[in-house]
Each structure stands twice: as structure tokens, then as C-alpha cells.
């Protein structure tokens, strides 16, 4: 199955700065990669998602970058606003051990803090 | 407004005490799935269902049950709780055609003393 490593754990940065959140997987056969915020008392949200067809996409302050040789993806956030401060994970499509649907692996995820 | 809703938002029960937590979702979505986050872990995957009458073993089903019932309903069932089992869950749900765009509910907080 897929196997998705996500680092760093924590990470705090002062507002205005970037911040870099990377991922890795293992299944070379992934092909989507979904990045979700969870903001504190809530559920993940869906903020940005690449298929495996591109090397970057971007959304206003947010962009993601795939490199499918090296089996890894990143989350950028430039101009970090308090708003920002969240738990952020990464996750991939797994193999799916009989016919069933492929399943979402998630990251053990980060909690960005944005300090003011 | 569209959504998936879990009830209760927080729980604490005893060892052994059966319980249920219930998740429903508005969306007329096929797929429905729970997930437990623990710290350090990230998300990891219970069961899932595809649709009606049809559900599956997530990455760590043992303990718990569900029922798909309804397509609005996919309800967690914890017949013998023990203290392993206390964690934050969420309930999500997509459209089968849309890959892996999943709504998650707020979660449920279960505490087993």
C-alpha cells in the first residue's frame, strides 16, 4: 500500500514569511495529491489539489509542487497571515489490496503556526 | 448549506459500554468513511462504504462496526469500547465521480475511561 511521510511536524514562521510543507510517497502509480487544512474544532478542508500531469499549481497565496521522479510534493504558502495557523496534511491515492476504489493515504501532518 | 454532520461533538464513556456515533450527510454523496486522528498519525482510515449496503475495512477496523443503511447515513458502532479506542473522529464524503474531493464533518471526540 502507499506510504505517505510528511514533514515538518510543527513549523512557526512570523508573518509575511513562506512556508514549505513536503510530502513523499511510495507508490509510483499515485496520481493525485490532495492537500487538506484543518483549522482548529473542524474537520479537514480541501485547499489545493495536483494531478500528476503538472509540476506546480498555484491559488493566490498557495501553490503545490510535484516531482513524480523523486516521489514528492509540497505544499508553499507565501505571505503567511494568522489566519494560516492550522494542522496541514498531505495525502495520496493508496493501492487498493482487491478491486475496490483506490482510498486517500493521509501524511501524519503539520501544525503551522503563523506567528504576528 | 451542504454538509456532513456527526453527533456527539464529545463523548466519554466506559470501557465496555456500547455505543454509536452517528454521521449523515446531505450531499447524496455514494462514498461515506471514517477516520480516527491521533497525534503523530495523521488520519488513518476505519471503514468505508461505496454505497448502499455496500462497506469495506479502512487500514484499522478492528473494534468497530458500520451500517449503510441509507445513503445519508454511515454510522460508527463501538460494541465494547476499550481506552485504545479514545481519539478525535471524523466522518467524510465524496461523489464517486470526483476523486477524492471529500467533506469532512467536525469531528467527534471520544474519550473511554
Known amino acids: 500500500g502507499e506510504n505517505v511521510e510528511q514533514h515538518p511536524s510543527t513549523l512557526s514562521v512570523q508573518e509575511g514569511d513562506s512556508a514549505v510543507i513536503k510530502c513523499t510517497y511510495s507508490?509510483?502509480?499515485?496520481?493525485?495529491f490532495p492537500w487538506y487544512k484543518q483549522e482548529l474544532g473542524k474537520g479537514p478542508q480541501l485547499i489545493i489539489d495536483?494531478?500528476?500531469?503538472?509540476g506546480e499549481k498555484k491559488d493566490q497565496r498557495i501553490a503545490v509542487t510535484l516531482n513524480k521522479t523523486a516521489k514528492h510534493f509540497s505544499l508553499h504558502i507565501t505571505e503567511t497571515q494568522p489566519e494560516d495557523s492550522a494542522v496541514y496534511f498531505c495525502?495520496?491515492?493508496?493501492?487498493?489490496?482487491?478491486?475496490?476504489?483506490?482510498?486517500?493515504?493521509f501524511g501524519s501532518g503539520t501544525q503551522l503556526t503563523v506567528l504576528p | 448549506e451542504a454538509q456532513v454532520t456527526q453527533n456527539p461533538r464529545y463523548l466519554i464513556t466506559v470501557t465496555g459500554k456500547k455505543l454509536t456515533v452517528t454521521c449523515s450527510q446531505n450531499?447524496?454523496?455514494?462514498?461515506m468513511s471514517w477516520y480516527r486522528q491521533d497525534p503523530g498519525l495523521g488520519l488513518r482510515q476505519i471503514y468505508y462504504?461505496?454505497?448502499?449496503?455496500?462497506?469495506d475495512k479502512g487500514d484499522v477496523p478492528e473494534g468497530y462496526k458500520v451500517s449503510r443503511k441509507e445513503k445519508r447515513n454511515f454510522p460508527l458502532i463501538l460494541e465494547s469500547p476499550s481506552p485504545n479506542q479514545t481519539s478525535l473522529y471524523f466522518c467524510?464524503?465524496?461523489?464517486?465521480?470526483?476523486?477524492?474531493?471529500?467533506?469532512f464533518g467536525s469531528g467527534t471526540r471520544l474519550t473511554v475511561v
Open positions: 450531499m447524496n454523496h455514494e462514498y
Open positions: 495525502a495520496a491515492p493508496n493501492s487498493p489490496l482487491t478491486g475496490s476504489a483506490r482510498q486517500l493515504t
Open positions: 495536483i494531478r500528476s500531469n503538472v
Open positions: 507508490d509510483s502509480a499515485s496520481n493525485y
Open positions: 467524510a464524503s465524496r461523489k464517486t465521480g470526483q476523486p477524492y474531493g471529500y467533506t
Open positions: 462504504s461505496m454505497n448502499v449496503e455496500v462497506t
